[in-house]
Structures are given as structure tokens and as C-alpha cells.
């Protein structure tokens, strides 16, 4: 911050202030390693690990398996994925199916809106390369093009099998992470 | 999300007379992300709690299916025309099939009609299943979330031993169906839908006749018989009116001449019928996949049919799980068509939302507009 100052000012109180700054920022910098080490982390991500909550957007028809996932025989709650309503206490986005030019921009303002850490699961080929659609006019051939995705699950739709499997390898990476990602 | 009864200085609600129109009502915007929206917007006019004006936004699924099945023959089109009502994959599919057929004038074998018609019942269970444990979400009753799926499996797994896919089947082709039915069928097929029909009676226990349903759903969101006609609406929601229409019965198609079954509808128009009309049909199908797998006749399944749409025009249309579905089609006498116009039950179903909603308290929007079974992804294509 201090780089992009064009020049050091005389005044005391703003001398101090700003050595203040550079002693605060070493401080969360202390907090945050000491935070990362291998028994404190651990408990934060298997906290995160097993309470995906997904938020409610539905994009296109996959959310018909992603519903049966959700319901009996698949119930994704064994997993702590309960889809919920509110975005700010929700930690993942399935994007189920094809993106279109409409939805994608809602897609980007919910993900913006909501709190770190989010993951992205693009389930099914449309969300990952437009799949079926994938020549159409009025569609986003993936979500990778405005969204970081995490995990991809192929399939058309997936079964609830190979949703399942995605956020089984959601929870792994979840597991090696940092506590403070980078974004 | 009161009104606001003094003149408002700096209301965001608008105008700054209480007297003028709109000063006492406020706009709401349900959704796309909203556990009561699904994959569309609701704009809403509240007064107090009542709804006064609802408009549906859709399009957030338009995926320009109409010009895709232009540049596709009409084999690989079969899994893009399927996409838009997934969960009722196999009678849009039977639209499609039957505007070819009806060009090519090919008729498929008899065995391959019951078939199809075994294949679209199934369908039908599993969108109202599908539909009634969303209906459930809706209301906040967790069971009649986790029942209805749970039994829908019962069906895919039927689906799945006949075609190979638990819902998008692409089963049937021009000609006929692409395979016969797999060893040990019928005696699981008859198993299953007895006990699924001892299920509906619980569920009658646990749903239908529970207060927290019935008070919700009695009285609410009425659609009269003249306004549904007039809107043009089909399928569930227009029998749910108490009008008797049903393309099964009135142009049958398939074998369902040869088959007997009940048109069901409730008189009163309002989400209570419309759920029960569903329940009905999920009965009727019940019987009918036993009454098909009892009259299925023997013989060959598939009768060749070339990947070509002769020079002409038809017009085809089928009953659909969310009403009719039709397909105007015109062929060039290439393997793809010229032009196809896909229409389906809820598109047209969509004109019913607004007269529904009218008049609604908003905690009751969810049940009321979903009870008229619109699925944004069939509407918007």
C-alpha cells in the first residue's frame, strides 16, 4: 500500500499512523500463519468439509438429478450438503447444466455476493464445455469462462452417483487447502 | 414489507402521495435465486400481503432448441428435443417421433405402440412424483419431499432395466421403439405399481388430508373454468378447472384406443383440484402400465423407417405429463427439417400464472403458481 504513495509525508501523526499499519499487517500476518498450522487447520477444514451448504439457483434441467441427489435413497445431507435459500450463508454453487447468456450474469453477481470461502461444482457437459447446446445462440459454452470451478462432474445429466463423487472430491480438496485462500 | 399508510418523504416506494395509484404497493422480485422461483423470475405487486399483480420473467433457460433441431437429422435431434422436460422425457419425445411418422406415413408395429405408451406412463408417475415432492419443498413439508423421490426410484429403476438410461431414454425412434422389453419385466413392473398404489395411500394420510396441506390449498389460487379456456391453459390445470380434455381420449394415438382409462378432474379450479387431479392420474397410470403389459400383443418392436423428412408439412400433438405437447414440422427432403415449432404443455400453461396468483397472500405464491405445474425448462425450450 505504502508503494503506491507518491512521496513520505512529514507530519508525525501520520508517520505514526502509518508504522501502525505496518505493525497491524504483520500481526494478522502472525494470526494467519499461526492459524494455518497443521491442528488448527485441520479442525477449520473439516468444519467447511461437511457443511457445504449449496445455494438455491437452478440453471438448466440436470436439476432434476441434482433434486434426486437431494432426496431419498441419495440423500446428499450424509455429505452435509443441504441446499438452502439464503446465498450469504451458502458455501457452494452446483451449476446445474447449461449456462445461458441470461442466467450467467446471475450466476457471476450470486457468486460475487457471496461470502469466502465458495466453491463451484459445474455439473453436467453443459456447464462444462455447452455439451449438447454447445452451437446454439443464446447460451455460455461453460462455466470456466466467468467463474473458478473446483470440481467438474460429466455426464448427461450425471447421475446422482457421479454428483456425489464430485463432492467427494470437493471435500478432499477442501482438506489439503489453507484456511486463508489467496482470492 | 408494510405499506406505507403517511406520505412517504424519502420512500424508495415511489410516489409521494398515498392516494395515487401505486403508492400503497410494493414490488417484489422473486427469484431466479429463490428457493420458491425455480429457474425463472416472478416480478410481484403487493398490497399489505395480498398479491395484486404477478408477471412471470422466463427465458433464463432459452436455449434456441427450435434452430438446433434445424441443423441435426432427426436422430441426434431425439436428446436435445428430450433435454427441456427431462423428468418427462419420453412423450416429447413421442411428439417428435409422431410428426415424422406422419410424414414418412410410416405406422409402427403394434408391439412397439404399447411400448411407448408403457414408456410415456411411466413418465407421467415419475413427473408427478418429481413435481409433488417439489410441491412438498414449497410448503415446507420434508417428507413429502424425501416420499415422492424415493418412489420415483422405483420407476427409473423400471425405466432403466427397458431403455438404459434412468431419464433421458431417447427410447423412441421413427418407427417404432429401439429394444424390447428385458427378461422378468412385467412380473417387476406389476409388483412395483401395487405397491406404489398402497404408497399413495399413505401419502393421502400424511398429505392430503393434513391440515397444513388442505388449509393451504383449498380456496387458494382459483382458476375458473371460463378463465382457464380462455387462457388457453392444458393438461392438469385446465381438468383441475373441471374441464374434461385429455388428447389421449379425445385424438387417441398409440395404443391407447385399445386401452381403458378414466379422464380425471376436480370442479373447483383451485391448487387443492390441481394437486388431486395429479394424484388421480398418477393412479390411472398405475392401472394402465398393468392394463398395457397384459394387452401387449407379440411381434416386432421396430419397423425400418429411413432418416429422411419427405417434402410436407404435419402437425402432431401428444398428452404430455404437463398437458399437450405438439410439433408443426416442415420437411425439404433432407434428414433434417426445414423448420420445426415446438410447443409444450407449460409454455402455454404460462398465461395462468398472472390469473393465479391474483389475489394470493405471498407466503402462499410458492404452492399456488407451482400447483400449476409449469417447469421453466420445458416453457422457455
Given at each position: 500500500?505504502?508503494?503506491?504513495?507518491?512521496?513520505?509525508?512529514?507530519?508525525?501523526?501520520?508517520?505514526?499512523?502509518?508504522?501502525?499499519?505496518?505493525?497491524?499487517?504483520?500481526?494478522?500476518?502472525?494470526?494467519?500463519?499461526?492459524?494455518?498450522?497443521?491442528?488448527?487447520?485441520?479442525?477449520?477444514?473439516?468444519?467447511?468439509?461437511?457443511?457445504?451448504?449449496?445455494?438455491?439457483?437452478?440453471?438448466?434441467?440436470?436439476?432434476?438429478?441434482?433434486?434426486?441427489?437431494?432426496?431419498?435413497?441419495?440423500?446428499?445431507?450424509?455429505?452435509?450438503?443441504?441446499?438452502?435459500?439464503?446465498?450469504?450463508?451458502?458455501?457452494?454453487?452446483?451449476?446445474?447444466?447449461?449456462?445461458?447468456?441470461?442466467?450467467?450474469?446471475?450466476?457471476?453477481?450470486?457468486?460475487?455476493?457471496?461470502?469466502?470461502?465458495?466453491?463451484?461444482?459445474?455439473?453436467?457437459?453443459?456447464?462444462?464445455?455447452?455439451?449438447?447446446?454447445?452451437?446454439?445462440?443464446?447460451?455460455?459454452?461453460?462455466?470456466?469462462?466467468?467463474?473458478?470451478?473446483?470440481?467438474?462432474?460429466?455426464?448427461?445429466?450425471?447421475?446422482?452417483?457421479?454428483?456425489?463423487?464430485?463432492?467427494?472430491?470437493?471435500?478432499?480438496?477442501?482438506?489439503?487447502?489453507?484456511?486463508?485462500?489467496?482470492? | 414489507?408494510?405499506?406505507?399508510?403517511?406520505?412517504?418523504?424519502?420512500?424508495?416506494?415511489?410516489?409521494?402521495?398515498?392516494?395515487?395509484?401505486?403508492?400503497?404497493?410494493?414490488?417484489?422480485?422473486?427469484?431466479?435465486?429463490?428457493?420458491?422461483?425455480?429457474?425463472?423470475?416472478?416480478?410481484?405487486?403487493?398490497?399489505?400481503?395480498?398479491?395484486?399483480?404477478?408477471?412471470?420473467?422466463?427465458?433464463?433457460?432459452?436455449?434456441?432448441?427450435?434452430?438446433?433441431?434445424?441443423?441435426?437429422?432427426?436422430?441426434?435431434?431425439?436428446?436435445?428435443?428430450?433435454?427441456?422436460?427431462?423428468?418427462?422425457?419420453?412423450?416429447?419425445?413421442?411428439?417428435?417421433?409422431?410428426?415424422?411418422?406422419?410424414?414418412?406415413?410410416?405406422?409402427?408395429?403394434?408391439?412397439?405402440?404399447?411400448?411407448?405408451?408403457?414408456?410415456?406412463?411411466?413418465?407421467?408417475?415419475?413427473?408427478?412424483?418429481?413435481?409433488?415432492?417439489?410441491?412438498?419443498?414449497?410448503?415446507?413439508?420434508?417428507?413429502?419431499?424425501?416420499?415422492?423421490?424415493?418412489?420415483?426410484?422405483?420407476?427409473?429403476?423400471?425405466?432403466?432395466?427397458?431403455?438404459?438410461?434412468?431419464?433421458?431414454?431417447?427410447?423412441?425412434?421413427?418407427?417404432?421403439?429401439?429394444?424390447?422389453?428385458?427378461?422378468?419385466?412385467?412380473?417387476?413392473?406389476?409388483?412395483?405399481?401395487?405397491?406404489?398404489?398402497?404408497?399413495?395411500?399413505?401419502?393421502?394420510?400424511?398429505?392430503?388430508?393434513?391440515?397444513?396441506?388442505?388449509?393451504?390449498?383449498?380456496?387458494?389460487?382459483?382458476?375458473?373454468?371460463?378463465?382457464?379456456?380462455?387462457?388457453?391453459?392444458?393438461?392438469?390445470?385446465?381438468?383441475?378447472?373441471?374441464?374434461?380434455?385429455?388428447?389421449?381420449?379425445?385424438?387417441?394415438?398409440?395404443?391407447?384406443?385399445?386401452?381403458?382409462?378414466?379422464?380425471?378432474?376436480?370442479?373447483?379450479?383451485?391448487?387443492?383440484?390441481?394437486?388431486?387431479?395429479?394424484?388421480?392420474?398418477?393412479?390411472?397410470?398405475?392401472?394402465?402400465?398393468?392394463?398395457?403389459?397384459?394387452?401387449?400383443?407379440?411381434?416386432?418392436?421396430?419397423?425400418?423407417?429411413?432418416?429422411?423428412?419427405?417434402?410436407?408439412?404435419?402437425?402432431?400433438?401428444?398428452?404430455?405429463?404437463?398437458?399437450?405437447?405438439?410439433?408443426?414440422?416442415?420437411?425439404?427432403?433432407?434428414?433434417?427439417?426445414?423448420?420445426?415449432?415446438?410447443?409444450?404443455?407449460?409454455?402455454?400453461?404460462?398465461?395462468?400464472?398472472?390469473?393465479?396468483?391474483?389475489?394470493?397472500?405471498?407466503?402462499?405464491?410458492?404452492?399456488?403458481?407451482?400447483?400449476i405445474d409449469y417447469w421453466p425448462v420445458e416453457a422457455d425450450r
Amino acid at each position: 500500500m505504502s508503494a503506491q504513495k507518491p512521496a513520505q509525508s512529514d507530519d508525525p501523526i501520520e508517520l505514526l499512523a502509518d508504522s501502525m499499519n505496518v505493525w497491524v499487517g504483520k500481526l494478522s500476518d502472525i494470526v494467519h500463519k499461526v492459524i494455518d498450522t497443521e491442528p488448527i487447520r485441520n479442525v477449520i477444514n473439516w468444519a467447511r468439509m461437511y457443511s457445504l451448504w449449496p445455494v438455491n439457483i437452478t440453471t438448466a434441467c440436470c436439476s432434476a438429478e441434482f433434486g434426486a441427489a437431494s432426496g431419498a435413497r441419495h440423500d446428499l445431507e450424509r455429505f452435509g450438503v443441504l441446499p438452502y435459500g439464503s446465498l450469504r450463508q451458502s458455501d457452494l454453487i452446483v451449476i446445474e447444466g447449461t449456462i445461458t447468456k441470461k442466467m450467467a450474469k446471475r450466476l457471476r453477481m450470486i457468486y460475487d455476493q457471496m461470502a469466502i470461502p465458495r466453491y463451484v461444482i459445474a455439473m453436467g457437459d453443459c456447464a462444462i464445455s455447452g455439451g449438447l447446446f454447445h452451437d446454439s445462440y443464446s447460451i455460455v459454452n461453460g462455466a470456466h469462462e466467468f467463474l473458478p470451478v473446483d470440481v467438474f462432474v460429466p455426464g448427461c445429466p450425471p447421475r446422482p452417483e457421479a454428483l456425489e463423487h464430485g463432492i467427494i472430491m470437493l471435500q478432499e480438496k477442501i482438506r489439503n487447502s489453507k484456511v486463508y485462500p489467496q482470492s | 414489507m408494510t405499506t406505507t399508510d403517511k406520505p412517504a418523504q424519502e420512500s424508495t416506494l415511489g410516489s409521494p402521495s398515498p392516494d395515487e395509484p401505486g403508492a400503497q404497493t410494493l414490488t417484489l422480485s422473486v427469484g431466479p435465486q429463490h428457493s420458491g422461483s425455480g429457474h425463472m423470475r416472478l416480478i410481484v405487486e403487493l398490497d399489505g400481503d395480498i398479491i395484486i399483480n404477478a408477471e412471470p420473467d422466463p427465458g433464463y433457460v432459452h436455449r434456441g432448441i427450435e434452430k438446433i433441431i434445424e441443423l441435426r437429422n432427426i436422430i441426434r435431434s431425439i436428446p436435445v428435443i428430450e433435454r427441456p422436460s427431462i423428468i418427462d422425457a419420453s412423450n416429447l419425445n413421442h411428439a417428435w417421433v409422431k410428426a415424422i411418422e406422419e410424414l414418412q406415413g410410416v405406422e409402427p408395429p403394434a408391439r412397439g405402440q404399447y411400448l411407448r405408451c408403457l414408456l410415456n406412463e411411466m413418465n407421467r408417475i415419475m413427473s408427478h412424483l418429481y413435481w409433488l415432492s417439489i410441491y412438498g419443498v414449497f410448503l415446507g413439508h420434508t417428507t413429502m419431499f424425501m416420499w415422492p423421490l424415493g418412489d420415483r426410484e422405483l420407476f427409473i429403476d423400471l425405466a432403466e432395466s427397458l431403455t438404459g438410461a434412468r431419464i433421458t431414454y431417447s427410447y423412441l425412434v421413427p418407427g417404432g421403439v429401439r429394444r424390447d422389453l428385458p427378461q422378468g419385466f412385467a412380473e417387476e413392473a406389476i409388483k412395483r405399481t401395487e405397491y406404489f398404489e398402497k404408497r399413495l395411500d399413505e401419502y393421502e394420510n400424511i398429505f392430503f388430508k393434513n391440515p397444513l396441506f388442505t388449509s393451504r390449498a383449498k380456496g387458494v389460487g382459483v382458476l375458473s373454468r371460463q378463465r382457464a379456456i380462455e387462457l388457453g391453459a392444458t393438461g392438469p390445470t385446465l381438468r383441475g378447472s373441471g374441464v374434461e380434455a385429455d388428447l389421449r381420449k379425445d385424438e387417441p394415438y398409440a395404443a391407447y384406443g385399445e386401452l381403458d382409462f378414466k379422464v380425471h378432474t376436480r370442479p373447483d379450479g383451485d391448487s387443492y383440484s390441481r394437486v388431486m387431479v395429479h394424484v388421480d392420474e398418477m393412479r390411472e397410470s398405475s392401472q394402465l402400465i398393468r392394463q398395457i403389459l397384459e394387452k401387449m400383443p407379440s411381434g416386432p418392436v421396430r419397423r425400418k423407417a429411413p432418416i429422411v423428412v419427405p417434402r410436407g408439412e404435419a402437425y402432431s400433438r401428444v398428452e404430455s405429463a404437463r398437458g399437450e405437447c405438439s410439433f408443426y414440422m416442415i420437411g425439404e427432403g433432407g434428414d433434417k427439417p426445414y423448420r420445426a415449432r415446438y410447443i409444450t404443455g407449460s409454455y402455454r400453461n404460462m398465461a395462468a400464472i398472472s390469473a393465479v396468483l391474483q389475489g394470493v397472500r405471498l407466503a402462499d405464491m410458492p404452492t399456488s403458481w407451482w400447483s400449476i405445474d409449469y417447469w421453466p425448462v420445458e416453457a422457455d425450450r
